[in-house]
């Protein structure tokens, strides 16, 4: 068996001293569908690492079959998600040396989606609501090679296309953290993003507006911004997808919020793309 | 917890009572969601097949996400002298020769209306000035020739190919494990053909088996094998050990590339990707002494096209006519091996690495918007400013060039109906691949290998081949054997004890004692892994997930290790420091690895195809001009 001095050695290599590695306490959530708790760890930390490396000492040394989902630990696949000290994180991108070395650090699954096991939750909705996305659709006639776009413009779509899929922004979304029954009618954030990359798109011709509206309830989210708070990509979902879209909705229909916003910022002085 | 007192020859908890097999019918299994294996299921799809994607994460984490740079295609947006004939070239010369030079060809044709159509299908690449898809320098690339987003081009790639992929309504079975393929007719004769696949759903532990005549392997690396590694947990050589299993051979396995620029600090992060556009947009290589130490590592090979001064060098960003490239941006083995002399030397960064400055050479703004990942990557995990400091790198397992050994223009392997696309097939990159290479690769075979799966499954007609019953027996049987041993070996251990030994034993400078002390170990971790135990139940179990890749692992280990015994020269990604010479002989030849009737591995030297007259003289003309 693994004792946790090995994997000291392996994570950590043998420089290490005394003073960089210390005993954490974690409180992990473990269970499944029908029931579960929060369960006390005591694990070695090492300089450097991150809330991924720990959990994985106690997957090694602990508890093999603690259930994670995570792929590149570099914070480019957006896998780890999980919500740490009830905020949601990347776990592959939380220092442990943001954390005080007494603090017990309690690591809980995504709370707007249902468990599978342990920190492994059920996420389908975020790839139910994709398939439902009418997807980009050049002009016909357009061929391969002869696209041209300006930097500027492409940069626009760019931002939102930086997205990793962490579903973070829906997780903390209060339109459907709490509410179930608002999932049917509520893509959330990731997917606004989507519609709006599209909508900026300069070949793109089809209007999603109506559909956005009526089927993805954009008019739903107020603009409270707790999506870009989380969003570890640092994309401005609020302010340069939701509210641009609120305000492009607005030609045929009334959002009170969207004309607010609308007053504030001359958007249609920019190019509609996919209309020109 | 369910686990209860385990004895032995008993199954525990639910494990042993649940052996139902939920069962499915296509005309194409694409294993792996890569660039790849959604590139081969779009093809097949559009080719008329009834397509599934099978992959071990969910959709658009697969690896290729984590590519940085770009994909090299000679679309000559910014040099009009750049075409496939320089590509093809480079790619040769990057591979020491070593290539399938029909692969090769191929790639260099395909590789730009392949960058074209994502663009059609929704990618928005970086421009140039007059509106087109711009392209980087990348090393041992004659011109600038990635088309890129930043350093995100892997995501940017993924993003594309999944939502055209589910936009034409392709089937996904997301976190479902392929652990055997099914075959019908007799292996010992080479007569049997692809039947299906045989696997586990990752979230409920229950199996799935898949009727298909066709079967594409887009399943990537073996990088997982190693502790320094720039590669996810999947990168656990599925592909390589499902062919071998089913009969087909494996071709290059000695050559596996170490990306010269890996994180080195702190230590959890160590081996995570530095991507090679740093280097490409200008960012050197230091030692301890400041001194810029890649004009003391230029190779023979490579002299007459790489500069011998700073000032060149640096004037070759602007100007490539008439300067020559700097060495920073020779082929990733040459840049890998002067970083590992110059650490051995005493040279090294604080951290064990050198440093890898941009922040002195070109302005914030410039990094922040051509390497936005790079500098939050370093900012938040190492708490370094990449601007304002230098990066601490070195050598990391990266990517292996060896692979199934397919027909070039097919993907086709020794068995009919099984294709390998990607990072799993072998031969495109010879014994060393440039960067930006791969997703160009992915590319272009992903949909070879598509095609070729759909057209060979509609010209079965009514004669699909069937697997017997036992097959699917045994795959179960071998899958639940964790669950039936008490008191074995923990698989986290058996895995820490492997990548510790391939770390140590088969890294970038090799010796005959190390393979055999390697193949050794392999040995011995094998026998100990016919004990592995898991705790707690099926259902997502990371524990059990890692017990059936365990095999994998310490087959595709002993492939590496056995081809890097055998071949006793040194070449591209394979350095023996007792054979350090590069051997013309060995120019000739490929190492073939395939299993015996035994179930052992073997291994067979055949020629190198050889390239006809016509390509010869690309070579020709460049030795001319040069």
Not at chain 1, 126 to 153: C, I, S, W
Not at chain 1, 170 to 185: G, L, S
Not at chain 2, 187 to 216: D, I, L, N
């Amino acid at each position: 068996m693994t004792t946790t001095d090995d994997r000291a050695a392996t994570t950590a290599g043998t420089e290490v001293d005394g003073d960089k590695s210390y005993q954490g306490r974690f409180r992990i959530w473990r269970g499944d569908a029908t029931a579960g708790d929060l369960v006390d760890f005591e694990v070695e930390v090492n300089e450097g690492e991150v809330v991924l490396d720990v959990i994985h000492r106690v997957q090694a040394t602990q508890a093999g079959d603690l259930a994670v989902r995570w792929n590149c630990k570099a914070g480019k696949c957006g896998s780890c998600s999980a919500e740490i000290n009830g905020k949601p994180r990347l776990m592959c991108m939380t220092r442990m040396d943001t954390f005080e070395r007494d603090d017990t650090i309690t690591v809980t699954p995504m709370r707007t989606f249902p468990v599978i096991r342990d920190l492994v939750t059920d996420v389908s909705f975020n790839y139910e609501k994709a398939k439902e996305v009418h997807a980009f659709t050049p002009p016909e006639g357009l061929q391969p090679g002869d696209y041209r776009m300006q930097q500027v413009d492409v940069e626009r779509g760019q931002e939102f296309r930086k997205c990793i899929e962490c579903f973070m922004c829906q997780d903390i979304c209060h339109v459907i953290r709490d509410h179930e029954d608002n999932k049917p009618a509520f893509a959330g954030p990731r997917l606004f993003i989507r519609y709006a990359e599209l909508d900026m798109h300069p070949y793109d011709t089809v209007d999603r507006r109506d559909k956005l509206v009526k089927e993805e309830g954009l008019g739903f989210c107020n603009i409270t911004k707790c999506c870009t708070e989380v969003c570890p990509e640092h994309i401005k979902i609020t302010d340069n997808a939701i509210i641009p879209m609120k305000e492009r909705v607005v030609d045929r229909r009334y959002d009170p919020l969207a004309f607010l916003f609308k007053r504030r910022k001359d958007y249609q002085s920019e190019s509609s793309p996919g209309e020109g | 917890m369910t686990t209860g007192p385990t004895t032995d020859g008993e199954y525990r908890s639910i494990a042993g009572t649940e052996t139902s097999v939920e069962a499915h019918e296509y005309d194409v299994v694409v294993i792996g969601a890569g660039g790849a294996g959604l590139r081969a299921a779009i093809a097949a799809h559009d080719a008329g097949a009834r397509t599934a994607i099978v992959c071990k994460s969910l959709l658009g984490k697969a690896h290729t996400v984590m590519a940085e740079g770009g994909i090299a295609a000679a679309m000559a947006n910014l040099w009009p002298e750049d075409g496939w004939k320089v590509h093809f070239r480079d790619t040769m010369r990057g591979g020491k020769l070593l290539n399938h030079w029909r692969m090769a060809q191929l790639h260099a044709q395909e590789a730009p209306d392949r960058v074209w159509e994502l663009e059609a299908w929704g990618a928005l690449f970086d421009r140039t000035k007059d509106g087109k898809i711009s392209q980087r320098d990348f090393g041992g690339h004659r011109y600038a020739r990635l088309a890129h987003v930043g350093d995100r081009t892997g995501l940017e790639m993924i993003r594309t190919l999944q939502q055209r992929a589910v936009a034409l309504g392709i089937d996904v079975f997301m976190e479902c494990t392929i652990t055997a393929l099914l075959t019908d007719g007799d292996q010992s004769t080479g007569q049997q053909r692809m039947a299906g696949a045989f696997g586990y759903w990752r979230e409920t532990g229950k199996f799935v088996s898949f009727r298909a005549p066709s079967v594409v392997l887009a399943t990537g690396g073996i990088g997982k094998s190693f502790k320094v590694t720039s590669n996810s947990w999947e990168y656990s050589g599925d592909g390589h050990a499902l062919a071998l299993t089913a009969g087909a051979s494996l071709v290059n396995m000695e050559f596996v590339q170490f990306h010269p620029t890996g994180m080195v600090w702190p230590p959890s992060v160590r081996g995570i990707l530095v991507t090679e556009s740093v280097r490409g947009d200008g960012g050197i290589l230091k030692n301890s002494d400041g001194e810029r130490f890649m004009f003391g590592y230029i190779p023979e090979f490579f002299k007459a096209e790489t500069a011998d001064s700073e000032e060149e060098a640096d004037r070759w960003y602007e100007d490539k006519k008439n300067n020559r490239r700097p060495p920073e941006l020779l082929p990733r083995d040459e840049v890998a091996r002067a970083i590992n002399s110059e650490v051995k030397a005493g040279r090294g960064s604080p951290h064990g690495g050198v440093f890898l400055d941009i922040a002195s050479r070109r302005s914030a703004e410039y990094i922040t918007k051509r390497l936005p990942s790079m500098y939050h990557q370093f900012k938040e995990l190492a708490g370094v400013d990449i601007t304002a400091e230098p990066m601490e790198v070195g050598p990391t397992c990266h990517y292996v060039m060896g692979g199934v050994e397919v027909d070039a223009d097919t993907a086709e392997s020794r068995v009919s109906g099984l294709y390998a696309a990607g990072e799993v097939a072998g031969g495109m990159h010879g014994a060393n691949r440039l960067g930006g290479n791969s997703l160009s690769d992915l590319l272009v075979f992903g949909r070879r290998a598509g095609d070729a799966a759909a057209a060979y499954a509609s010209s079965l007609g009514d004669g699909v081949p069937a697997a017997d019953q036992a097959q699917v027996e045994a795959a179960t049987t071998a899958a639940l054997a964790p669950f039936l041993i008490g008191g074995g070996e923990n698989p986290y251990a058996i895995h820490h004890e492997l990548q510790e030994s391939m770390n140590d034993l088969v890294g970038i400078i090799r010796t005959a004692e190390e393979m055999q002390a390697a193949l050794d170990k392999v040995a011995e971790l094998r026998d100990r892994a016919t004990r592995l135990t898991v705790v707690g139940d099926r259902p997502y179990n990371p524990g059990w997930h890692l017990a059936l890749d365990i095999p994998n692992m310490l087959l595709v280990s002993e492939c590496i290790a056995m081809a890097a015994l055998e071949r006793t020269e040194s070449r591209g990604g394979h350095t023996r420091d007792d054979f350090p010479a590069t051997d013309k002989e060995w120019g000739t030849i490929n190492l073939i690895i395939s299993l015996g009737e035994d179930g052992s591995a073997g291994i067979t030297r055949q020629p190198l195809p050889v390239m006809p007259d016509e390509l010869k003289s690309i070579f020709d003309e460049e030795g001319s001009r040069s």
